[in-house]
């Protein structure tokens, strides 16, 4: 399984665009990048998965570097039920294990 | 379209009994995961089933252990329950098995006093 080092913690301002942040150096060229995201009391969600070109959806969009030894989950307005924890996972075609880290903790502050 | 529901929510238990937790998938996924969440080990993938079979293991003792049914509501068991079993269990399904999206229940918080 690749590592993955992301901040404890981030913060950001209501309505302003958030780039968390995720290494994962050890990746493999077969590992897509999965972002999931906690909110407070609840299962984890998805938010958006990629394996080499930059990738939007309604959520999130995700910037992979050319490498693809690191890659960064934008918010492009950040809103008050953003606030979560964002878990960033390499995972393997194929398999349907996700490895969650500590993640980041993302304050919005309004 | 209904979510993952899991059963129950909560539950306390003693040491030494046995526990199942029911895990119903969202309608048409086949694929069932168990998770498990506490504060100092985080989340921790426990196994993923799929077509009624175990297709993947984390690395948790034989204590427990799960299963899937033909409609593909899984059941996850823990037997000889300890203390440090106090956690959040997690279930997600996803509609098949590769790069598909997990979607996660509520969990079911169990309490081993």
């Known amino acids: 399984d690749a590592k993955t080092t992301q901040p404890n913690s981030m913060e950001s301002n209501e309505e302003e665009p958030v780039h968390l942040p995720c290494n994962h150096s050890t990746i493999s060229g077969t590992d897509y990048i999965h972002w999931y995201r906690q909110l407070p009391s609840q299962g984890p969600e998805y938010v958006i998965h990629g394996l080499t070109s930059n990738v939007n959806n309604r959520m999130a969009s995700l910037a992979i570097a050319e490498d693809r030894k690191s890659s960064t989950l934008i918010l492009h307005r950040a809103t008050l039920r953003d606030a979560a924890v964002y878990y960033c996972?390499?995972?393997?075609?194929?398999?349907?294990?996700?490895?969650f880290g500590k993640g980041t903790k993302l304050t919005v502050n309004p | 379209k209904a979510g993952v529901t899991q059963t129950p929510r909560y539950l306390i238990k003693t040491r030494g009994q046995q526990v199942t937790l029911s895990c119903s998938p969202i309608s048409g996924h086949r694929s069932v995961s168990w998770y498990q969440q506490t504060p100092g080990q985080g989340l921790q993938f426990l196994f993923e089933y799929f077509s009624e079979t175990q297709r993947n293991k984390g690395n948790f003792p034989g204590r427990f252990s799960g299963r899937q049914f033909s409609n593909s509501r899984s059941e996850m068991n823990v037997s000889t329950l300890e203390l440090g079993d106090s956690a959040l269990y997690l279930c997600?399904?996803?509609?098949?098995?590769?790069?598909?999206?997990?979607?996660f229940g509520p969990g079911t918080r169990l309490t081993v006093t």
């Open positions: 997600a399904s996803s509609y098949d098995r590769g790069i598909y999206e997990q979607y």
């Open positions: 996972i390499p995972s393997q075609g194929g398999s349907e294990k996700l490895v």
